[in-house]
């Protein structure tokens, strides 16, 4: 279902008035609960984990209330209309709620609306709230489209009324995707929003600002009000209603270079441990995005997953935060547990196995071969620098790279972010210091809304050779004068070729790249 574009005054209308509404007044306290009127889901709704029978469709009420989705295959919902019972919204999950969508046609456009009821006066209903999706195809001979990006609200650039706010996701939204994979610091919760930034050339930039983007997350409803905070744009809440989200997280969604265990020597914070703060974080993301197995602090949920797209395309999400080792120099001889940790090390290989899929993204939500510091002597991501044989964390990727090679696993990719900046890397054994591993190539994007940053240097353990790359001439450009840079990949239905292309917003397509299909590496 195609949107109607919102315009810039409509969304400077829309944003403040959800800011006032829901900000300034404790709309949440309880003279919020009397019975009049009627629920509203004012930050929109979303859908993911889509298969070919089944999807999640996400919203929040303005107060208790029972959720109900309507599909139809009709936009006009003329026939066919289902309706699809979900759970009752409160307090402890935020007023937010995902509801399941069952017994879904394959390949289909879908059609829904989320209305929101009184529980105690069924009568009192919400305006329905519309949205759409595509479910998986199950023949291979219809075309896939996905973009990806990270890195949004970053760096204290929040949404900006004067120029449109997130303007970027109405490109993308244009660009009618099958889903969006939002590649990690899907918020930043140690970034605070202030009201004004001041520019290079004498401006300033201005920021709408929100209580809970006032300072550091460390409650729970600080947490949950950094996912707000992105969810006042109205250009995020359009995109949101007609493109699917694959959401992983990284660093941000915490605190900088987390790791588990970590003590914060940070004087803004009160709570001094980051595994206190991650288990916060992590409840709020799972009541922000259509994410089922997050949600309700299941023991046995975990941030990484694979979500298989039809016949061409499974995409497997890692998770490089949860259950890495601390930050250190790298360079330890042996570690097993590495950034991934062995039991999300040996599902990766399992997985990938197992894939029958013509394409095997791997979304990684750090980079392998560009080197991320942390302070003078430590490093952030996988690779330290050192240009000879695979140690510290690149010894587990190794492992990984040398399964998929002794395995003749075809079609891999990496895609990642977290960087501020978008680049095209080849990795090949005929350049790389370690050579028992298929060449393969990793694509860079982001930040879709946050400081831009100068390009890293590449470590050879991996042998990387950059065949594109743009980036800010210097730390922290703002995206006023570094727009937003997003991915996208194009799969043909009929030849099962993969284009990867590098965009930024306003200024069209910045690099192309097609790969063959059936490949162990290219």
Same mark, same amino acid.
């Given at each position: ?106 390949? *289909? ?40 990006? @990270? ?21 993308? =939204? ?27 050339? @004498? ?134 547990? @590495? ?53 510290? =964390? ?54 879709? @809304? ?52 590098? =965009?930024? *917003? ?17």
């Amino acid at each position: 279902m195609a949107s109607t574009p919102h315009t810039r005054r409509s969304l400077i209308g829309g944003s403040l008035a959800l800011s006032s509404a829901l900000f300034a007044a404790p709309a949440f306290a309880a003279p919020a609960f009397a019975r009049s009127g009627r629920p509203a889901a004012l930050w929109g709704v979303q859908s993911g984990e889509i298969t070919a029978h089944s999807a999640t469709v996400w919203t929040r009420a303005d107060r208790v209330a029972r959720m109900y989705v309507e599909t139809s295959p009709s936009e006009a919902f003329r026939y066919a209309v289902r309706r699809h019972r979900g759970p009752l919204l409160g307090p402890s999950g935020d007023y937010t709620g995902t509801t399941v969508l069952r017994d879904l046609p394959p390949g *289909q456009q879908i059609h829904y609306r989320v209305v929101l009821t009184d529980p105690d006066d069924p009568r009192r209903a919400s305006e329905p709230v519309r949205g759409s999706f595509r479910t998986t195809p199950v023949s291979r001979r219809r075309d896939v489209r996905f973009l990806w990006s @990270g890195d949004l609200a970053g760096q204290g650039w929040g949404i900006n009324p004067d120029l449109g706010g997130y303007r970027v996701f109405e490109e993308m =939204r244009l660009r009618d995707p099958d889903f969006f994979l939002f590649s990690g610091d899907t918020i930043y919760a140690d970034g605070p929003i202030r009201p004004s930034v001041p520019l290079r050339d @004498g401006g300033v930039w201005l920021n709408v600002t929100t209580e809970e983007k006032s300072k550091v997350a460390e409650t729970l409803a600080e947490f949950r009000g950094n996912f707000r905070y992105n969810l006042l744009d109205g250009n995020l809440r359009a995109f949101n209603a007609q493109v699917p989200v694959l959401a992983q997280w990284d660093d941000h969604e915490v605190r900088n270079n987390w790791y588990p265990g970590q003590l914060i020597d940070d004087p803004r914070y009160t709570v001094k441990e980051a595994d206190v703060l991650a288990a916060r974080a992590r409840r709020a993301f799972g009541e922000y995005f259509p994410v089922t197995d997050l949600r309700g602090g299941r023991a046995e949920g975990r941030m990484y997953r694979v979500m298989r797209y039809g016949p061409l395309l499974d995409v497997f999400v890692l998770d490089m935060r949860t259950y890495r080792d601390p930050n250190s120099p790298n360079t330890q001889a042996q570690d097993p547990v @590495g950034i991934l940790g062995p039991e999300q090390l040996a599902w990766i290989k399992r997985e990938l196995s197992r894939s029958r899929a013509t394409w095997k993204v791997i979304a990684a939500d750090m980079p392998l071969g560009i080197v991320v510091p942390d302070g003078a002597t430590d490093f952030e991501a996988v690779a330290q620098g050192d240009p000879g044989a695979p140690l510290g =964390r690149e010894l587990q990727i190794a492992e990984l790279l040398r399964h998929i090679k002794h395995r003749r696993i075809t079609g891999t990719l990496w895609l990642t972010a977290d960087v501020h900046y978008t680049a095209a890397n080849h990795y090949a054994p005929e350049r790389a210091a370690f050579t028992d591993f298929a060449p393969f190539w990793e694509f860079v994007s982001g930040p879709i @809304g946050a400081g831009g940053f100068p390009a890293g240097r590449l470590d050879a353990t991996f042998g990387p050779r950059t065949a594109f790359v743009q980036s800010a001439p210097f730390a922290n450009m703002s995206p006023s004068e570094n727009p937003p840079y997003y991915g996208e990949v194009d799969i043909d239905g009929g030849s099962g070729e993969l284009t990867v292309r590098l =965009r930024r *917003q306003g200024g069209g397509v910045l690099f192309t790249r097609t790969l063959q299909p059936g490949r162990v590496g290219q």
